[in-house]
């Protein structure tokens, strides 16, 4: 399924980044034109969004585009709604704030019929990290789950019925189903449809495509969600 596919490959970046030695990338970007980290402005991801609540909110260009001058502050849980893209440039560093509360920690949706095109390169890498993180290789890598992490939604063909498989009930493993083929990222509102996957049986695509996650590093993801 689509969704634990790219839980899995967050997962193992996480574990490689947290692991390879001189983690310290103060000089983030450099090879590419990249200011040094400690001298990039902070810019808030919501002040590119339209606000969905005190929590959240939706970018409201059709392709938003991140770059390497500014540290992008992940303060909510930012979506990128269905027909929009999210761009991210090589080199280009965001921090998510840790709230230390389920019920408002941030995360990174991008829901189906949303892309988003993060194309790092192997000495300009993109990150995603703890807000609290210098990037000198001081944060501890005990340091983990401190923000949600990156949701991608896909309509791609899954095994969810909601009588095998639902409905969903918080903190019941297993239980994602909304209806039959569509299943919602475990901790969120079950009827936001922006946080729903999959599809109608007969409507499943398996040529969907999300977009490009390439040289990109999660770092200290997997806080726990309940709405």
């Known amino acids: 399924m689509k969704k634990q596919m790219f839980m899995a490959a967050a997962t193992i970046m996480a574990i490689v980044a947290a692991v390879l030695p001189g983690l310290a990338q103060t000089t983030l970007g450099a090879d590419c034109g990249c200011p040094p980290v400690g001298s990039r402005p902070n810019v808030n991801l919501s002040t590119l969004a339209v606000n969905g609540g005190a929590n959240d909110g939706s970018l409201t260009a059709n392709n938003t585009i991140l770059d390497c001058r500014k540290t992008w502050i992940l303060d909510k849980r930012i979506f990128v709604d269905t027909l929009k893209t999210l761009t991210i440039l090589p080199g280009t560093l965001v921090k998510a704030v840790s709230t230390g509360d389920p019920t408002t920690e941030v995360a990174l949706v991008v829901s189906r019929g949303a892309k988003i095109y993060a194309s790092g390169t192997a000495t300009c890498p993109i990150v995603f990290t703890a807000q609290a993180d210098p990037m000198d290789g001081s944060y501890a890598i005990g340091n983990i789950g401190k923000w949600g992490g990156i949701c991608i939604a896909g309509r791609a063909q899954n095994n969810l019925t909601l009588a095998g498989n639902g409905p969903f009930t918080p903190g019941a493993a297993g239980k994602l189903a909304v209806a039959d083929g569509i299943g919602v990222f475990e901790g969120f509102n079950v009827n936001n449809k922006r946080v729903q996957f999959g599809n109608p049986p007969a409507q499943f695509d398996n040529n969907d495509n999300s977009g490009v ?12 969600f309940a709405l």
Not at 213 to 224: A, C, E, M, Q
């Open 213 to 224: 996650l390439r040289y990109v590093s999660i770092r200290y993801s997997g806080s726990i």
